[in-house]
């Protein structure tokens, strides 16, 4: 029998060879490596930024940066887009001030051939910073639209040019990358649609029309209360750039991460250490298709149209931060494309799960005539304000059916 003794010296043997293994260990130690990180790039941070620049005004500016042809190398398929405050109706009786691309929500569709070449002339009519990420293109990386990463944020009255080569095909989308929980829940998203005569989907499904639906959720008094907040800021911002009084401080931005480390040493705090900035709670209590909740998404809009016989492909495109898990009644669709990529093969279901950041195409076959509910399975995200039916929800309707024996109507709370 193991004494109480025995026991306290095994273990502080046992104790002692594992220092002895540990101090042998410590002598081969791998670096950070070994975890798939590298040592810092060795270009010039901030090389080609403004930001750093003192006394920097882009009021005004036309910014075109490097990496694209020129007008004169190929044909570019031309587009204007803005950054705008518009005040926006969700439904009937519920308005809240948002950022929009060209005073819509969401944004405008794209529709362009797969290679085509295109420039979106951007320009600024907010007193906010803003960028465009074009989710999902492989394009230069100058033009991806990530604050301080690839570009500059885009100044107030500021004209910025995207140029790039459309690819690949499928379903992509765009969306605001500066202050993203704030632009791209607020409405700053929307569709871009790459074509191409050799798509595998329309040659096996002979689809005729297809619907593009944008999958949205919407806190209203966060967006009221933090808009408001932001523009008040910003008009500080913008003045001490008229004054040229302008630091990168003032933003946070830093060429080095030892520029940062030197900052906090001379007394410089960082916003989430100063303990009386205001948790974030983002609490959607409205959900949206296409910029509207029910019953506006059936009513106003429209529904999805389909006829006996014919095939419909319908897009689906994440602009919320939740997943959405879209059930159609009545019908198995197939599951022909994510994130805009061709899937080997197609599946069958009735119900797909679309998470932040997702794009998927469905096709719908014509075979069951009737009214059929499409919305998200989710009930929390079928409500307005907590009121049920709202929220997303439409409907597929077929054209071809006769006189039917019950036709919809209209109900908003049940």
């Keep these: 029998m193991t004494t109480r003794r025995d026991f306290l010296k095994a273990a502080a043997g046992t104790v ?37 620049m003192p006394g920097h005004s882009m009021h005004g500016a036309r910014t075109e940066p490097p990496g694209a042809p020129a007008d004169n190398e190929v044909e570019y398929k031309e587009f204007d887009l803005t950054f705008d405050v518009v005040e926006h109706e969700l439904l009937p009786g519920v308005k809240f001030p948002v950022f929009a691309f060209n005073g819509m929500v969401p944004g405008p569709l794209f529709r362009v051939q797969e290679n085509d070449w295109v420039k979106i002339n951007v320009k600024n009519h907010t007193e906010e910073m803003h960028t465009i990420h074009w989710h999902g293109v492989d394009l230069i990386y100058t033009m991806d639209g990530v604050p301080m990463v690839n570009q500059d944020p885009i100044h107030p009255d500021e004209v910025f040019v995207y140029r790039f080569q459309a690819r690949p095909m499928g379903t992509r989308f765009y969306h605001c990358h500066w202050s993203t929980p704030l632009h791209a829940m607020s409405a700053l998203h929307g ?21 593009v639906l944008a999958l949205e959720a919407f806190d209203v008094n966060f967006t009221r209360k933090h808009m408001e907040e932001l523009l008040k800021g910003m008009k500080r911002v913008n003045k001490l750039m008229a004054d040229q009084r302008l630091t990168p401080l003032t933003h946070g931005f830093f060429q080095r991460y030892e520029h940062f480390l030197k900052a906090m040493q ?12 205001e948790v974030t709670s983002i609490k959607p209590t409205f959900f949206a298709l296409n910029g509207k909740s029910f019953p506006a998404t059936i009513g106003e809009h429209g529904h999805i149209k389909i006829k006996r016989g014919e095939y419909i492909r319908i897009r689906l495109i994440s602009g919320s931060w939740f997943q959405h898990s ?3 009644h009545g019908h198995q669709f197939w599951v022909v494309a994510e994130d805009g990529n061709v899937l080997p093969y197609f599946k069958r279901a009735n119900t797909i799960h679309v998470a932040p950041g997702k794009t998927f195409d469905i096709i719908v076959y014509g075979d069951n005539p009737g009214f059929w509910d499409f919305h998200d399975h989710n009930e929390l995200h079928t409500m307005n304000n907590g009121v049920y039916p709202g929220g997303m929800i439409t409907m597929l309707e077929y054209e071809d059916m006769g006189p039917p024996p019950y036709v919809p109507s209209y109900s908003v709370n049940q």
């Design 16 to 52: 002692a060879g594992g220092i002895a293994v540990g101090g042998a260990a410590a002598a081969t130690r791998p670096g950070p490596e070994a975890y798939g990180v590298s040592s810092p790039h060795a270009y010039q941070s901030g090389q080609g930024s403004m930001m750093y």
């Design 191 to 211: 569709g871009f649609i790459i074509d191409s005569p050799n798509d595998p989907i329309r040659k096996q499904f002979p689809y005729t029309r297809e619907y």
């Design 266 to 277: 001379d007394g410089w705090r960082p916003p989430y250490t100063r303990g009386n900035a």
């Design 326 to 328: 879209m059930h159609l």
